[in-house]
């Protein structure tokens, strides 16, 4: 499915187009395996009309399938066959944890075994990229296609994510800050129309030496709000102050919200903490990884920006491993304990516990 001509859309471009569609509750064609649509975004008319070209089947995570106790049998997912009286609650509530706790019974749950996992796995991909609830709705291939519908080739949509995304400068100008005057915005846009990400450079940093740095991943809760169910405010705070006063540094501000699982999501997962689950266990319910950020992005972006090697401000471990991983000399790691209080307390133990914080 080469573009026609350099006019057309490239797979990167095409699989972005499908994350819009699938957002809008539109179907995706999976070119000769049939459609899949996400069932967050599903509308009753459409279930019908999905339902008139053949059976339909539901796809889900791993993690998902686990807390409803349906068989995996596709390693990281599991495909669930859709009974012909299921209605759209029902795919809903199979999709979204809310109301587990209320209405556990969801059974029984058929997983299939036969037949190719491959583009379950490719919607499902698509599907977490555009924030929405990992779950999607997927009909084999029907005799007579819809007109209209984005294409997209499978194995395209399962390499994405090995292809680390390349990035423009967009724009730039001086921003003083109150933590520091000396302030830079950079505007950062991937080649393939998924999220922009800034760059905050204080003072003029020598690019010959190690950098204090920080890749502070979007927190509008924390950062904005001043929400004290995490330390991210406070973080933002204290590493913008540092550079301010040691008159040099880079702070990248990566919008992965949520660890990655977008803004709608993590409220969904604050529900479910309000239930007394863990930040970890939210997310496995919902049927995310605990942490679904791309950790390359900040190494690309400080690349762009002529650094070589940085001294980390982290408590996460596998972020400078992440940096040297992807060429970036972490020279140090500067510990950034700030904004501890009663009611983060528990969920900077699960990190430490969990997914290897340092406390
Ligand atoms: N899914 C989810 N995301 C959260 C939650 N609390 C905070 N976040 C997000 O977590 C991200 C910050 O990650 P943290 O795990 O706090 O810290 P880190 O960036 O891995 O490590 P540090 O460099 O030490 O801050 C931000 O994107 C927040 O929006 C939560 O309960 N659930
Ligand atoms: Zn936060």
């Excluded at 000769?32 to 539901?58: C, F, I, S, Y």
């Excluded at 003029?204 to 405010?233: E, I, N, W, Y």
């Excluded at 919008?255 to 999501?265: C, D, F, S, V, Y």
């Excluded at 992807?326 to 304990?337: A, D, F, H, Q, Y």
Aim: glycine letters at 8%.
């Amino acid at each position: 499915m080469k573009p026609i001509s350099p006019l057309g859309p490239s797979a990167s471009e095409r699989l972005n187009r499908a994350r819009g569609d699938l957002r809008m509750g539109l179907p995706v064609q999976l070119e000769g395996q049939g459609l899949a649509t996400a069932v967050e975004a599903l509308t009753p008319d459409r279930l019908a009309a999905l339902r008139a070209l053949g059976p339909l089947t539901l796809a889900l995570t791993a993690r998902r399938a686990q807390t409803l106790k349906a068989r995996v049998y596709d390693g990281d997912l599991a495909r669930i066959r859709v009974p012909e009286e299921a209605d759209l609650s029902w795919l809903r509530a199979l999709a979204d944890p809310a109301d587990d706790l209320r209405m556990p019974m969801k059974g029984p749950l058929i997983s299939l075994r036969e037949g190719d996992s491959a583009p379950a796995r490719a919607a499902i991909r698509l599907i977490k990229s555009a924030h929405l609830l990992p779950a999607a709705l997927l009909v084999d291939t029907p005799e007579t296609l819809p007109e209209g519908l984005t294409a997209i080739r499978v194995a395209e949509a399962l390499e994405a994510a090995d292809i680390p995304q390349s990035f423009a400068p967009v724009s730039a100008a001086r921003v003083p800050m109150r933590a520091a005057e000396a302030g830079r915005l950079h505007i950062f846009r991937p080649d393939n129309g998924a999220e922009e990400h800034y760059a905050i450079e204080i003072g003029k940093p020598d690019r010959s030496k190690p950098v204090l740095a920080r890749l502070h991943s979007a927190c509008f809760t924390g950062d904005v709000l001043g929400s004290l169910k995490c330390d991210c405010g406070p973080q933002l705070d204290a590493a913008l102050t540092m550079m301010g006063e040691q008159g040099a540094g880079v702070l990248l501000y990566l919008n992965q919200e949520g660890r990655g699982i977008g803004l709608a999501n993590k409220m969904r997962a604050y529900s479910l903490q309000d239930q007394g689950f863990d930040t970890v266990e939210a997310n496995h319910r919902l049927g995310f990884e605990d942490d679904e950020r791309d950790f390359r992005i900040g190494a690309a972006l400080l690349k762009k920006l002529g650094f070589a090697s940085v001294r980390l401000l982290t408590n996460n471990p596998a972020k400078s491993a992440m940096l040297e991983a992807n060429g970036i000399t972490v020279s140090e790691r500067v510990p950034l304990k700030v904004g501890r209080s009663r009611h983060n307390a528990a969920y900077l133990a699960t990190k430490a516990a969990k997914s290897g914080h340092l406390l």
